[in-house]
């Protein structure tokens, strides 16, 4: 009896082994096939160990190194020797060193970024003195400045840019009896209805709308309490109101610079304000409190003008670079264009620009 007990046992301890030595066999290929697919989905970091890999090496001598260097504290948490550097987290994972390689090249360019719009320069004292008209000029050089420019004009003579200006002398003069101190909305006022772009006021303008601006090749006309730019060529009574207006043409991210045409300097042409400088002594003309206390403003401008070539007779309207023949006279009557609004420009300068649908309706 004690022979076939003990012959059972035999039996059920053989069939047992047998057992667990086919689930071991059914679970090493898969482990292998994992590792397979983890050479197959990072090709650079497993090509050098993808024999170690397929071995189940790699994976137990991680594991174990791992439980070696985590040491739980009675709180739960792990010592600092647990923490894994930048350094180590890029050497284990290359997909994100090129990540932050990129990361990086974005910034660099963002930061180096560099805007600078070819407007003309124009000293508010083209007699080079401080007096009648010249004395209060900078209004009438920065809207001159900016419809030079939209005309397709390089460089302005100081007798030229005397021809330019008074005109809005006169018209200041009609309306309001003075063309001094103008501030945002008569300056918009002026462009609107005598240059050939128009104005837009903003209040309270960020630096980066400034520059959406400027990338657009729009320049931007700002104004300002000039006694905190520290413009050592600046004149200005120390009893005045300090007002003072220029132009935006550009911008430095290198430096963190505006560029700007500053007619109250000599040395105005591209001359740089850093962002905070130009940004806090924004301010408007109060002509109640006859000081620079009203709002952060500048005026945003877009180009729209009537133009022919030099010797031509074919007029188009100038938008953004990009002209439109009037196909009939009528329309000047149906879109309310005036035919003393009608510019004559350098024909090499209209040739140049991208030509948009005719306007015939």
């Known amino acids: 009896m004690k ?8 039996c059920i301890l053989a069939a ?10 059914e679970i090493e290929p898969a482990q292998i096939d994992m590792g397979k697919i983890a050479v197959t989905n990072n090709p650079e970091t497993n ?30 948490s792990a010592d600092s020797e647990t923490q894994i550097t930048e350094q180590e987290r890029a050497a284990a994972d290359p997909m994100e060193t090129e990540m932050v390689k990129l990361a990086d090249l974005s910034t660099n360019v963002i930061t180096n ?5 070819s407007v003309p320069f124009i000293i508010e004292i083209p007699d080079g003195t401080w007096t009648g008209y010249w004395k209060n000029a900078c209004e009438e050089a ?8 939209y005309r397709g004009v390089a460089s302005v003579s100081r007798a030229a840019s005397k021809n330019l200006m008074i005109p809005l002398f006169t018209y200041q003069n009609s309306i309001w009896g003075s063309n001094a101190d103008s501030n945002a909305t008569r300056t918009a006022k002026i462009i609107n209805n005598n240059l050939d772009y128009t104005a837009t006021i903003v209040d309270n303008p960020t630096i980066e709308q400034i520059k959406n601006e400027l990338r657009a ?15 050592p060529s600046h004149r200005f009574r120390v009893d005045g109101s300090y007002f003072h207006v220029m132009v935006i043409s550009g911008f430095d991210d290198a430096t963190r610079e505006f560029i700007t045409e500053d007619p109250g300097a000599e040395n105005g ?6 962002y ?38 074919r007029i188009y309207l100038v938008q953004n670079n990009i002209k439109q023949y009037i196909c009939r006279p009528d329309l000047f009557v149906k879109h309310g264009w005036k035919w003393s609004k009608v510019r004559t420009v350098n024909k090499d300068w209209l040739s140049s620009l991208a030509s948009g649908p005719t306007i015939c309706e």
């Open 113 to 117: 970024e560099k805007v600078s719009l």
């Open 269 to 274: 042409l591209d001359y740089r304000y850093k």
């Open 142 to 149: 920065s809207m001159s400045m900016v419809n030079q420019y």
């Open 47 to 76: 090509a050098s160990s993808a024999t170690t890999t397929e071995t189940g090496a790699i994976a137990q001598t991680n594991e174990s190194e791992t439980k070696e260097k985590i040491n739980i504290n009675g709180d739960g």
């Open 16 to 25: 047992g082994t047998v057992f667990i030595s086919l689930k071991a066999r």
């Open 276 to 313: 905070d400088t130009l940004m806090s002594t924004l301010g408007d003309f109060d002509y109640t409190t006859h000081k620079v206390d009203g709002p952060a403003r500048v005026i945003f401008t877009t180009q729209y003008l009537l133009a022919k070539a030099e010797g031509g007779s």
């Open 217 to 231: 090749g729009r320049p931007v006309i700002s104004f300002h309490y000039a006694k905190n730019l520290y413009n």
């Open 3 to 10: 022979k076939y007990i003990l012959a059972a046992l035999f």
